[in-house]
């Protein structure tokens, strides 16, 4: 396998817990929101209805067990590793909600980038004090990120489990 598709899979790896925890709320997601349906300061909601308690534990759950998995079968990956990743995903995805709710984005509505990347950011965050992410793999989950995420959210879409494509 050559230098490019080598980093290629070694980045799919490396991220795909913090894919299966922003994933999984998706799929089990529901009840009560994270915000308890209240306000911010400025009047508009905090996170939104679509950020729920249930979705925000199962993800963290589900990545968790993913990325224990992963560091039983691969050499160089923290017992922890699933479930910082999967922390910073979903904590990522909150700011992105909190930020699309500051400019006046209802829950479900399109923020071009923001939707593709904020759960990565949130995990690359988070996967710092692990001392195993360089330079070239986060810049590689960068750039396979928003086309795979516009791939799933659009088969998510077509399985009935998103009301909107993206």
């Not at 679509?50 to 199962?58: D, H, P, S």
């Not at 209802?106 to 330079?135: H, K, M, R, T």
Request: proline letters at 7%; one cysteine or more.
């Amino acid at each position: 396998m050559d230098a490019i598709a080598t980093l290629i899979v070694e980045a799919l790896k490396f991220i795909f817990p913090a894919y299966c925890a922003n994933a999984t709320p998706v799929i089990v997601g529901g009840g009560l929101p994270l915000d308890f349906g209240k306000k911010f300061y400025d009047g508009k909601p905090i996170f939104g209805k679509n950020k729920t308690f249930r979705g925000f534990f199962f993800g963290l759950a589900i990545g968790t067990i993913v990325g224990i998995l992963e560091a039983l079968y691969f050499p160089g990956y923290p017992f922890t590793f699933g479930f910082i990743l999967s922390l910073g995903a979903l904590l990522g995805d909150l700011a992105g909600a909190f930020l699309k709710r500051r400019l006046g984005l209802a829950s479900g509505e399109l923020l071009p980038v923001v939707d593709q990347i904020d759960f990565v950011l949130g995990a690359l965050v988070f996967a710092l004090p692990l001392n195993i992410l360089y330079l070239e793999l986060a810049l590689t989950v960068l750039v396979i990120t928003p086309p795979l995420h516009v791939l799933t959210n659009v088969a998510a879409y077509k399985l009935g489990l998103k009301t909107n494509p993206w």
